[in-house]
């Protein structure tokens, strides 16, 4: 374990810069965002990034001797696809539309029904990850908690930069965890083909 440990974190640190992004995004446009408020969300953010690894692990079992002579291709294609749709969100997002009344009411975390669809729709990468991590025959239940873990300090982190520090950050967050991403799909995909060399 301590070996990938900073894999782990780095896996993490991509993984939760989609929740990030949104927690920023609270905390600069709820006024009445508190501590207790940021402390729920990052649980909530964090709990879905711990589990959907698992998920997709669970999941990937189920196929993965069928695809065993390609399955490094596969990791580094779903990590690429992954980092490379956070990054062009990132590009993409507008500074000026992060608190329009239709992106607050989208991104309104101190609603509970809000807060869990948030929680699931930035934590479905994790389930690639996880994913990825079935077919080449990883164990998943240490990273998944490193993700969980660190996605839960980032995401209170995020809240607390919000209200003090604006939207420099929300911007390239998505942008820097997608760059994340790829590169440990490279790292993975260069690994095994040195390995048939």
């Not at 953010?45 to 065993?68: E, H, K, S």
């Not at 596969?74 to 062009?88: D, E, N, Q, S, T």
């Not at 729709?121 to 994790?126: E, L």
Request: hydrophobic share 50%.
């Amino acid at each position: 374990m301590s070996q990938q440990l900073p894999t782990y974190v780095l896996i993490a640190l991509g993984l939760s810069m989609d929740a990030f992004a949104v927690s920023v995004s609270s905390g600069i446009c709820i006024p009445r965002l508190t501590l207790r408020h940021g402390i729920r969300a990052a649980f909530s953010f964090g709990a879905f990034q711990f589990l959907m690894p698992l998920i997709g692990w669970a999941a990937g079992t189920a196929f993965r001797d069928l695809i065993r002579d390609f399955d490094h291709w596969i990791a580094f294609g779903l990590l690429a696809f992954v980092g490379a749709r956070m990054i062009r969100e990132g590009l993409d997002a507008r500074p000026d539309a992060a608190c329009d009344e239709d992106e607050l009411r989208r991104r309104n975390i101190l609603d509970p029904g809000t807060l869990v669809l948030l929680s699931i729709a930035t934590s479905i990468d994790a389930l690639a990850v996880g994913l990825s991590y079935s077919i080449l025959r990883q164990p998943i239940f240490a990273p998944a908690a490193v993700i969980g873990t660190l996605t839960f300090t980032v995401c209170l982190a995020g809240c607390e930069f919000g209200k003090r520090l604006g939207a420099v950050f929300q911007r390239w967050a998505e942008t820097a965890g997608g760059a994340i991403l790829i590169g440990i799909g490279v790292k993975i995909l260069g690994e095994h083909l040195a390995k048939g060399l």
